[in-house]
């Protein structure tokens, strides 16, 4: 038990400082592999890693189909599982990699959730503007929505990554990778109001912080904090689909592609690193035309 246990430390820690991976990336991968682990040790009875074959893995892959995970959380434990045993091997912990021939389950592709251009506006709308919190948070839908930031890069951002008279922020994404976004006007609005009007309040009497959104403590927002606010604001703005942390990052990149922006620069400003990621915008807009089509066309 020990030795899987010093493994799992070493290969998270190989993530933090080799691949630089995010806190929340690696916390997903130790919940996985810790899983894993105490399956092989509980049920298996299995005390060495090397001692791990292929039918094995498929043991325990079949227990979390019992208990109903679905196809893309079994192959993110995979995907865990296989990157592990690859590290093992790599250093000389095992003698050979029982992953090789692991399959990944066929997983049906969803298209996001993506908000109307006047249900963002109700969004915006809804905090209250009499109140500190109100006016922050008007900031942060309208950075959220203005950049496509990803909230765990919206409540990581610092006072000096935002520059209004530039009308540009800077984020730091995964893996600690910079990237510069344009401020819209709105946007850059709202970024003002918020330091002038509301900030210097949110943090009172408390200790100064560098963190650019702040809450009722002085503290920076977390981001179950955020996600709770956003959730707040959908429910008073009458918002009837489901909200995701990724909604508004959604939004932000579909009506950009509506409007003919080119799809190499959402990419650019999305932070990601293959563009395939990025391409699944283009069908969510497609998909949105035919709606308006069938809707509106008389002979549709």
């Known amino acids: 038990m020990k030795e899987s246990q010093e493994a799992v430390h070493d290969y998270l820690h190989f993530l933090q400082v080799e691949r630089q991976l995010s806190a929340n990336t690696i916390a997903s991968y130790r919940r996985d592999l810790e899983s894993y682990i105490n399956h092989l040790h509980t049920v298996q009875e299995i005390h060495h890693l090397n001692e791990v074959d292929r039918t094995k893995i498929l043991l325990y892959l079949e227990t979390l189909r019992a208990e109903g995970k679905s196809s893309r959380t079994i192959a993110r434990h995979i995907s865990s599982i296989r990157s592990f045993h690859q590290f093992l091997l790599r250093d000389k912990v095992t003698s050979h990699d029982p992953t090789v021939h692991l399959e990944m389950p066929q997983i049906e592709k969803r298209l996001p959730n993506v908000l109307s251009i006047a249900e963002v506006e109700a969004l915006i709308q809804a905090p209250d503007k009499s109140k500190a919190q109100g006016i922050r948070d008007v900031a942060m839908i309208e950075l959220l929505y203005g950049t496509g930031m990803r909230i765990s890069e919206c409540i990581g951002l610092n006072l000096d990554d935002i520059h209004l008279t530039m009308g540009f922020v800077r984020i730091f994404g995964k893996g600690g990778k ?62 009837k689909k489901e909200m995701t942390p990724h909604t508004l990052r959604h939004s932000f990149a579909t009506h950009l592609i509506e409007n003919g922006a080119d799809l190499r620069a959402v990419q650019e400003m999305l932070g990601h690193a293959d563009i395939s990621t990025t391409q699944i915008y283009t069908h969510i807009s497609k998909t949105r035309l035919s709606e308006v089509y069938k809707q509106f066309h008389p002979r549709a």
């Open 178 to 239: 910079e990237r510069i976004v344009p401020l819209g006007k709105s946007a850059l609005e709202a970024c003002e109001n918020y330091l002038r009007n509301a900030r210097y309040e949110l943090q009172g009497k408390y200790p100064k912080s560098e963190a650019f959104f702040i809450n009722r403590r002085g503290k920076r927002l977390t981001r179950q904090g955020c996600w709770k606010l956003l959730k707040q604001h959908a429910l008073a703005a009458n918002i």
